[in-house]
C-alpha cells in the first residue's frame, strides 16, 4: 500500500506562484513514476505533469507548459510541482498519483488516470483574478 498526501495548496493573485509537495510512503518511491492531474469543479481530472522513476524524463500538457516545472527528491520522497505565473484558469484541485506497475511512462500513457495506481487526497489551488 502507497500513501501519498499533496500539500502546498492555497489561495494566490494572478500571475503568482507555488509549490505543490506530494509526499509518499509505503512502498520504494524511487521506483515509481509519478505524476500531477488537476479538477475542476464540473469538470474531468486532466493531467498536469509527470516525471519517470529515473527523473530522465518529464512531460506537461499544453496548457501550462513553460509555466510549471515537476521534479522529485528520492531522498525525501518527495514530488513537487512548483506553479508560476498562475492564471484563475489554474484553480483546481491538484492530485498527485503514483505508478508503480504496467508498462514504463511514454508520451502515450502519461496522461491516462488508468497508469496510475495510486492517488492522494488532493489539494486545492485557487487562483484569483
Known amino acids: 500500500q502507497v500513501q501519498l498526501v499533496e500539500s502546498g495548496g492555497g489561495v494566490v493573485q494572478a500571475g503568482g506562484s507555488l509549490r505543490l509537495s506530494c509526499a509518499a510512503s509505503?512502498?520504494?518511491?524511487?521506483?515509481?513514476?509519478m505524476g500531477w492531474f488537476r479538477q475542476a469543479p464540473g469538470t474531468n481530472r486532466d493531467f498536469v505533469a509527470a516525471i519517470t522513476w529515473s527523473g530522465s524524463n518529464t512531460y506537461y500538457a499544453d496548457s501550462i507548459k513553460g509555466r510549471f516545472s515537476i521534479s522529485r527528491d528520492d531522498g525525501k520522497n518527495t514530488v513537487y510541482l512548483e506553479m508560476n505565473s498562475l492564471k484563475p484558469e489554474d484553480t483546481a484541485v491538484y492530485y498527485c498519483a503514483a505508478a508503480f506497475h504496467g508498462p514504463a511512462l511514454t508520451s502515450a500513457n502519461v496522461d491516462q488516470s488508468r497508469t496510475y495506481d495510486y492517488w492522494g487526497q488532493g489539494t486545492q489551488v485557487t487562483v484569483s483574478s
Open positions: 509505503g512502498r520504494t518511491f524511487g521506483v515509481a513514476s
